[in-house]
């Protein structure tokens, strides 16, 4: 009995390939092309937003490195805010950034805790993630008008740091949860295990097991963190930002000056818009290089603490 193989064999003739592997080879070809095409659609979306971040420091350098100088950031506005520095400003920030911090972590990280360790799964479980979910999308300037209402007009705390706090770390709030605890859920369930089976009880793991395993990930919430309480202007500037004080916050009932709020005032509520533009790009370089500061602090942190925990 012949075959196309035999047949080509007595020939001399090549022997054709199996269909089969005509399309195996096909769809390796297309596969192979859809790959290196989103892949250089990832590459553009890289190479975009690297271009935009680069522009936009590009121009505030361009416009406010004249102005940076130790005076610039040493002294205090003078002048209906044409000269001096920014030195109450940076003050303020740094008050009100990481005491934002002090409220919402501990609370973030307790809300992690009761969620994924806790709580059983159920319609309320259901209700409270939505409304976290969506307390994350709220525009700041709806917490600035809630912490109006309720922390310098309910509770009487006026225009203060206290009042900036309570505000800013409600804002943050979201955040720090989400990452707590998606950073829960990734501690393997292995160490939960083997400590329960020690005889540890639930809280000794999560407080000696979890919660040492899962840091690295928390931290990386209150990067976020610090980096939208740093840069926020509505939020701030119903509770604790004043257009100029000459005195430093004295205790947490004082109200502060802040970068944003400086930035927004010399950019719209100043009677010599031209005179103070290099102030407004000037301030805004102080701004991204403290929030940059902040930022590389708690990553060097988050690394120490793996590097630790690895050991």
């Known amino acids: 009995m012949n075959t196309p193989a035999s047949t080509a064999v007595a020939t001399g003739q090549p022997m054709a390939r199996p269909q089969f592997l005509v399309n195996a080879r096909g769809r390796d070809i297309r596969r192979k092309s859809l790959e ?133 770390g409600a804002l943050c709030l979201p955040v720090v949860i989400g990452t707590a605890e998606e950073a829960l859920r990734n501690v393997p369930a292995t160490y939960r295990e083997a400590s329960l089976a020690l005889g540890g009880t639930k809280w000794q793991t999560i407080w000696r097991v979890v919660l040492p395993s899962a840091l690295p990930g928390i931290l990386t919430g209150s990067i976020l963190g610090i980096g939208r309480a740093a840069g926020e202007t509505a939020a701030i500037m119903f509770t604790a930002a004043v257009f100029y004080t000459p005195k430093m916050p004295q205790n947490i009932f004082s109200d502060v000056m802040a970068l944003p709020y400086h930035i927004y005032v010399l950019a719209t509520a100043g009677t010599e818009i031209e005179k103070t533009r290099p102030l407004q790009y000037g301030t805004s370089l102080v701004l991204i290089a403290l929030v940059l500061g902040m930022n590389l602090a708690a990553i060097l942190l988050r690394a120490w603490l793996q590097k630790r925990h690895a050991r």
């Open 36 to 168: 290196w095409f989103v892949f250089m659609l990832l590459r553009g979306a890289i190479i975009i937003v690297g271009a935009a971040l680069v522009v936009i420091i590009g121009f505030l350098v361009k416009n406010g490195i004249s102005v940076i100088n130790w005076h610039f950031l040493l002294d205090a506005p003078r002048n209906n805010m044409t000269e001096g520095g920014v030195w109450p400003c940076i003050v303020g920030t740094l008050l009100l950034s990481l005491g934002s911090m002090a409220v919402a972590l501990p609370l973030g990280v307790s809300s992690a805790i009761y969620l994924h360790e806790y709580a059983r799964p159920g319609t309320l479980m259901r209700v409270i993630r939505l409304g976290v979910n969506n307390l994350a999308g709220v525009p700041s300037v709806v917490f600035g008008l809630f912490g109006l209402g309720l922390f310098v007009t309910v509770m009487k705390l006026g225009v203060s740091l206290a009042a900036g706090w309570l505000t800013l």
